[in-house]
C-alpha cells in the first residue's frame, strides 16, 4: 500500500506524503516547512491551505476538509484533526480491506488555536515519535500553562519584557492565546503577525494582539520566531526576559545552554506517554516510526507491537511494499 522514497509514498495513488522537495502530487499535513514544498499540486485541509499559499505564494490545490472521505487516485482518503497547530491533519488512506493512518506531527492533549487530535483505527500506522524516549513525559498542560504565565507576569511587575520565543506557526499563536486568555496584551513582529491574521480569518480568535514596531509597550508580552534576539528588530528591547517554550526544555541544561532565562516544556508534539496510547488506540498490524529515536521501535517491540523504522536502508525497502 506504500513505500519509502525518501519519504512516504501511497503507491496506488502515486502520492508523496510530507515531501520537503517538490513533487507532482503531495499530501501536506500542515504548513511548517519541513513538511511542504512547492508541489505541482498539493492535497491537505482548507486551514493548511491558506497558510500554505501564505507561505510559499499561489499554489494548485485539492483541499480535504476533516472527516469528510473522498476518492482520490483509487484510495478512499480522510483527514482528521492532529491537534499540532492550525489545520495539522492525520492522513487515513484506505484500500478494501487495508489502511494507513500517518499521524504527521501531533499531540493528543487540548490546545487553545488547533482541534483536538482524532486517532482512527488502520491496520497500518505511521507514527511520527519526535519525544519516543521515557524521559520526554511531560506536565499536565494546566501546569505548564500556569508556569508560563507566571514567568511573564513576574517580568513584567519586574518592569522587564517577557520575550516568548515560539515557532512563527502554530506556537506562536499558541502562546499568544494562552496568553490573552489569562489578561495579558502581546505583541508579534510582522512574520508572526501576518500567520496571526490566518488564524483569525480561519476563526480563530487570539484575542488582544497587536504588531510590534521595534518598541516595547508596558505590560505587554512579545511573541517571536525563535533567535530573533539576535537580529536588530529588538534592539528597542532594553529590559529583556527570554522566555523558551518547547518540550526540549524538559532537558535540564536547555535553559543555560541557550541563555535563556526561562525554559518552559510546553509542547505540540506528543510526548513519550502520548506515542504509547496513540498506538494503542489505533491498534494498527504494524507500526512504522518517523522522526524519533530508534530506540522507540525498539520499547514498542518489548511491547508486542510488529514496530520497524521508516526510513530504512536501501538494501531493506523491498519489505516496506505492499
Known sequence: MFHYDGGLKLTKADLAVDFRRRMPRAFISHAHNDHMARHQYALCTPATSKLYRHRLGERDVFELPYRTPTEWGGLRLTTFPAGHCLGSAMLLAEDGDESLLYTGDFKLAESATSERAELPQ?????????????????????????????????????DRTPIIEAYALGKAQEVTKLLTDHGIPVMQPKPVWEISQVYEQCGVALGKVILFEGLPREGHALVVPPGAHRGASLHGVRRKCRI???????????????????????????????????????????????????????????????????????????????
Not at 131 to 144: K, M, S
Not at 244 to 256: K, P
Open 122 to 158: 488502520a491496520t497500518i500506522l505511521v507514527l511520527e515519535s519526535t519525544y519516543g524516549t521515557p524521559y520526554y513525559r511531560f506536565a499536565p498542560r494546566a501546569e505548564l500553562v500556569g508556569q508560563l504565565v507566571d514567568v511573564v507576569q513576574a517580568a513584567l511587575t519586574a
Open 244 to 322: 523558551a517554550v518547547t518540550g526540549w526544555a524538559l532537558d535540564s541544561n536547555s535553559r543555560r545552554r541557550y541563555g535563556f532565562d526561562h525554559a518552559i516544556p510546553l509542547s505540540d508534539h506528543a510526548d513519550f506517554t502520548e506515542l504509547l496510547e496513540a498506538v494503542r488506540r489505533v491498534d494498527a498490524r504494524e507500526v512504522f516510526c518517523t522522526h524519533g529515536p530508534e530506540s522507540f521501535v525498539d520499547e514498542l517491540r518489548k511491547r508486542g507491537v510488529n514496530a520497524y523504522r521508516l526510513e530504512v536502508p536501501a538494501s531493506r525497502r523491498e519489505r516496506l511494499l505492499f
